[in-house]
């Protein structure tokens, strides 16, 4: 009686820690990410959000949620301080997370989308910083979440292979904003880098591999003129 006694409290001692165990990594990587200056966890969130829209709008709505939720859910909360104060606006993506639930396609709700994209260029706009050290942050993460995300030949981790997309939209958009003779520079680099998600954000069977991701965020980092992504 006592052996089984005991052998349920280990079962229910390592079920407990099983449940825990996810959301104290989650609150780990959230606190890393709130030391961030305000204008790199914009970048970081405005990544997660880009894969987010995009998978909505080819109707991956399971796929798209969890990247929507960085705007809105409490585990991210630390991601958002001081935001506001520039102009950022819960409202839109609320409704977007809203209209997941209910799996709306994104045709009904597609200017809820825009709005929704619309506010975080606003607020990058507002918020400001070097766009190259930026770029170069997000190349790093591109790195960081691309190497959890392909393990060998294969997809391990769907949502860092989609997350590290997302990172890589949102470098396009803030080298778009760099001096026309920059932006020229970094063009060929930047297709090359987006074409290595050989089917957007949607998983595929023989994806990039990473060194080859790594060998294009560099000539993108040389070209830019800062040190290179790890």
Known sequence: MAHSFNRSIVLITFLLLWITLPKVVIASESDEVSDLPLEFRL???TGHVKAGLELYRLGELDMAAPHLL???SETHKLERIGLEKFGFNSAPFIKVSEALESKKAASDIEPLLQQSDANLNYVSQQVGGNTSEIINFLLDTIIDEYSIGVTGDKITDLGEYQDAYGFQVVV???AATLPDQKRDLLGSALADLESLWLN????????????DMVAAVQAIAQRLGTQNPN
């Open 172 to 174: 396009q958009s803030q």
């Open 43 to 45: 970048a970081f969130m």
């Open 70 to 72: 960085h705007p809105v």
């Open 200 to 211: 957007g954000p949607l998983p595929v069977q023989n994806p990039t591999s990473v060194d």
